[in-house]
């Protein structure tokens, strides 16, 4: 089965850049989508198709894909994009949904 | 404005079946393109994709949970209905639905994100 890796935690301070990484084999190869997720909230989606923005989020939210290494980036940090960051993609090959296991986001 | 509202038991004893409803409103599953999804959260743990149901009525399932697993959908009452069988502790989450769009090319899925979701309903297996 495919497999997406994130690392548990990323820190950063306000204003700074924010880069959190998801890998998988190939990943290049097919679309990924970000949700960002606060505290007892439900999921939202910040990025799709790679590095495309849903209406309602701000520019500061990015992606990029190639190889073996998707990112989501987000620019000028600010205390509210503290959260946990989720990648998704679609297994073709299995019909199936993955997910990464998620990124924690603490804004310094 | 798309909405969707989950509805079930917020607790079920183990061995039991667990039946969530999924009603939406904003967009139509009779649309092309147009899909549902359930994707469950454990307490303080990762998103977990369950199954979706698209606008031709064709089902995919998580393999690890593909054997308890049904989800149905009633265009006319904006609906999807989802059933877990042999409940266990293990299944305690948050159980959230969410539209799905798809990419689709040549008629099979290339792509599917999920935008917006529900707010989510927190199931609770014990006995």
């Known amino acids: 089965s495919y497999v997406l890796t994130q690392p548990p935690s990323v820190s950063v301070a306000p204003g700074q850049t924010a880069r959190i990484t998801c890998g998988g084999n190939?990943?290049?190869?097919?679309?990924v989508h970000w949700y960002q997720q606060k505290p007892g909230q439900a999921p939202v989606l910040v990025v799709y198709?790679?590095?495309d923005r849903p209406s309602g989020i701000p520019e500061r939210f990015s992606g990029s894909n190639s190889g073996n290494t998707a990112t989501l980036t987000i620019s000028r940090v600010e205390a509210g994009d503290e959260a946990d960051y989720y990648c998704?993609?679609?297994?073709?090959?299995?019909?199936?949904?993955?997910f990464g296991g998620g990124t924690k986001l603490t804004v310094l | 404005q798309v909405t969707l509202r989950e509805s079930g038991p917020a607790l079920v004893k183990p061995t039991q079946t667990l039946t969530l409803t999924c009603t939406f409103s904003?967009?139509?599953?009779?649309?092309?393109?147009?899909?549902v999804s359930w994707v469950r959260q454990p307490p303080g743990k990762a998103l977990e994709w369950l199954a979706l149901?698209?606008?031709?009525?064709?089902?995919y399932y998580s393999t690890s949970l593909k054997t308890r697993l049904t989800i149905s959908k009633d265009t006319s009452k904006n609906q999807v209905v989802l059933t877990m069988t042999n409940m266990d502790p293990v299944d305690t989450a948050t159980y959230y639905c969410?539209?799905?769009?798809?990419?689709?090319?040549?008629?099979?899925?290339?792509?599917?994100?999920?935008?917006?979701w529900g707010q989510g309903t927190l199931v609770t297996v014990s006995s």
């Open positions: 969410a539209r799905t769009r798809v990419a689709m090319v040549r008629g099979v899925i290339v792509g599917n994100w999920f935008d917006p």
């Open positions: 904003g967009f139509s599953l009779s649309t092309s393109g147009m899909c």
């Open positions: 149901i698209d606008w031709d009525d064709d089902k």
């Open positions: 190939n990943i290049g190869s097919k679309s």
């Open positions: 198709d790679d590095s």
């Open positions: 998704q993609v679609w297994d073709s090959s299995s019909d199936q949904v993955v």
